[in-house]
Each structure stands twice: as C-alpha cells, then as structure tokens.
C-alpha cells in the first residue's frame, strides 16, 4: 500500500521539518490540499508552499487542486509537483488541464467528490495515472469517512480493470488504521491519511500500519 500523508493538519509552523519527518517515517507521497474557497468552503495552500517545501524531501508530492477551473490554476503548479489532480465538477476543459499537465511532463490524475458517480471517470481512465474518490466532502480535514466509499471504490476498481488501465486508486478522507484494510480489500492503491498520522506522536507507526493494510 503507498500511504501520502496529506500536510493539511501538519503543524503549519515548522512545515518543513514536519515533511521530512513523514518522510523519514517511510511516507510514499507528500499530498498537497489545495483549496480556492470556491469549490471548497475553505482556503489551504498555494504554489508558493509548494515551492518552499519541494527541497525538503526526494519523495513525490502530489498536488490535489480543490479549486474552480483547475485549467488556469494547473500552470502555477507544474514545476514543483510530480502528480497534479483535478476535480471533474471543477471544469468544464478536462481534457485541456490533462494537456496541461502531460505537456510537463507530470503525472496527471482526476479527482471526485462523494456524490459524483464513478462512472464519469471512465473515459479518462486510460489517459491518466490516478483517480482520487473523496471520502468526505472536500474542504475540511478531520471529518469521518463515507462507508459508502467501499462500493464505489469496487464499482471503480471494476471500470478500471474492464478497460486495462493502470490508474492507481486513491482514496482520501477520514482514511486510517480502523479502515485500511477495507479499502485495500475494496481496491485501493494510495491512501490519503490526514489526521490520522500528523494528530499522532509517532507518525511512523502509524504510516506502518496504513502499509500493512495491502499485505
């Protein structure tokens, strides 16, 4: 199982040294929430923290863009991410922000809310690298995770095998020890842990955990 800790609940005054403790606690991915306060009712992180933070770990960092119209945005985040995703309800030019993102040589990734069903995904599946089904509603860390998530997740999982794709599937929201071995039963290849590791003293044990769920 690859484990991607998400900063969004990381102390914000050392972001630094709080990424390279993921890292050395054997994190996979750093994942990066970005949130406009349009699609989401919140505001996160911007380029700028991106770039301050790409020096700090050799690992790769995904860029989640909760944001209206990824396709003006997307640019701002190509030269420091390794993977940037987009929400399907955020735009109307899918196929341009995937453009966008392949013209940079990035993996590219597309993104889903609870209530979006999984089946709009299904003519990108074989021009992407990841699908990301969010497993609370975007916008806020700590929220309890959807057990609805379970049977979407196989529905997708399904759809990608159906279509010989080889898009990792992401789960994000409410994702922890009490719930990763569902997911991983369910289909998961990535999960998006959040508070589960940072609210916790020692993230390496908890990421150890999330990695067992798929042995």
Not at 73 to 78: A, G, T, W
Not at 132 to 152: A, C
Not at 171 to 181: E, T
Request: with cysteine; aromatic share 6%.
């Amino acid at each position: 199982m690859i484990v991607a800790p998400s900063i969004l609940n990381c102390n914000l005054l050392k972001l630094g040294d709080e990424v390279r403790r993921l890292q050395q606690a054997g994190a996979d991915w750093i994942h990066l929430d970005v949130m406009d306060g349009h699609f989401v009712p919140n505001l996160s992180f911007g380029a700028p923290v991106l770039k301050a933070i790409r020096p700090a770990v050799s690992i790769p960092i995904d860029s989640h863009l909760m944001v209206i119209h990824p396709e003006r945005v997307i640019p701002m985040f190509l030269q420091d991410s390794d993977q940037v995703i987009f929400h399907l309800e955020a735009t109307a030019r899918p196929g341009q922000c995937l453009k966008l993102i392949r013209a940079a040589g990035r993996k590219a990734g597309i993104a889903l809310n609870p209530d979006t069903p999984v089946t709009r995904a299904r003519p990108f599946l074989t021009r992407i690298d990841a699908v990301l089904l969010m497993s609370v509603y975007p916008g806020f860390g700590g929220q309890r995770f959807i057990p609805e998530t379970l049977d979407r997740l196989r529905t997708l999982k399904q759809l990608r095998d159906k279509t010989g794709s080889k898009a990792l599937l992401w789960v994000d929201g409410g994702v922890g020890p009490d719930n990763c071995q569902a997911l991983a039963r369910a289909g998961a290849d990535v999960l998006v842990a959040g508070s589960a590791i940072c609210k916790q003293r020692n993230y390496r044990a908890v990421i150890a955990r999330l990695k067992c769920s798929k042995a």
